[in-house]
């Protein structure tokens, strides 16, 4: 009898948090079938969204006003830049993703065009369905999907709180901004965390990290006694939106430089400092 676990796949994370058991992995993989064909069919639409996001580059946005100008539009200037954004994150994400597989696979790389990467991922999703980094492929590529279609159906941005401010002095609370009822605030790459009570306490996506950790600070100035965690510990798909990186990239990083790493309930989790010192080095390498 073949040997089962339950799926670690995004279809079945959603399940989890609603309350409901995730289902058996299929033979030999760590998705169940409904995620592995999740998987393909995510991979399957992508190329259309690229194209989709394409049209709007070059026009208005469904419902939008525009005010008509003499002068017509700005030449070199495209409308929509987060369709823009969305098709230059699907290139990356996708060429990530198809490094690790040709690397590891040792096969020759695609081309780097969204119809190319996405097809030879499909072509070799068995074999992705089966490598643990399966459940991150899995969220990474439904994101995408999201993205992708909010980008090209787009709908009205809300704002959500995310607690007090930890500035000093300042009562104010961080609002972020999401679009469309189902957006994941960690999709919102680029965008800034804003103090309600004061416009000049912000910070960018990329000073998350270190935002959370002086938000834990203060409640535990709140709070004496609490002890602190001397370290702290980032799954793969964490160390990507908080470093603008795609998940293919942060396995090839860990796999490198040999980040400490610990397994919980499926999931591996890399040592922040590891991954921190990692990451400075590539940003002082820039420089």
């Known amino acids: 009898m073949a040997v089962t676990a339950p799926c670690q796949g995004e279809g079945c994370r959603r399940r989890a948090a609603d309350g409901r058991a995730r289902r058996r992995t299929a033979e030999g993989g760590r998705l169940c079938r409904a995620c592995r064909e999740r998987l393909d069919a995510g991979l399957a639409q992508l190329a259309h969204l690229y194209e989709e996001c394409g049209r709007m580059l070059s026009a208005a946005a469904p419902g939008s006003l525009r005010e008509r100008t003499t002068g ?13 954004d969305v098709r230059a994150k699907m290139v990356s994400v996708l060429g990530s993703w198809s490094g690790l597989v040709a690397q590891e696979r040792r096969l020759p790389s695609p081309p780097r065009t969204v119809a190319a990467l996405s097809a030879f991922l499909r072509r070799n999703g068995e074999w992705l369905a089966a490598h643990p980094a399966a459940a991150e492929a899995t969220e990474e590529i439904a994101r995408l999907v999201r993205a992708g279609r909010r980008a090209a159906f787009p709908e009205p941005a809300r704002s959500i709180r995310l607690g007090a401010c930890p500035e000093s002095g300042c009562s104010g609370s961080l609002t972020a901004s999401v679009h469309g009822a189902g957006r994941e605030m960690d999709d919102e790459a680029g965008r800034a965390v804003v103090c309600d009570g004061d416009p000049a306490h912000r910070w960018t996506s990329d000073q998350w990290s270190g935002l959370s950790r002086s ?56 040592n922040e400092t590891d991954v921190r010192s990692c990451f400075d080095r590539r940003a002082a390498a820039r420089t």
């Open 72 to 84: 017509g539009d700005l030449p070199g200037l495209p409308f929509n830049g987060a369709a823009a």
């Open 215 to 270: 938000m834990e600070s203060g409640r535990a100035a709140a709070a004496p006694g609490t002890a602190a965690a001397t370290e702290r510990w980032l799954t793969a798909a964490d160390i990507a939106r908080l470093w603008h990186t795609p998940t293919g990239t942060v396995y090839r990083l860990a796999s490198e430089h040999k980040w400490r790493r610990r397994n919980r309930a499926g999931r591996t989790y890399y």
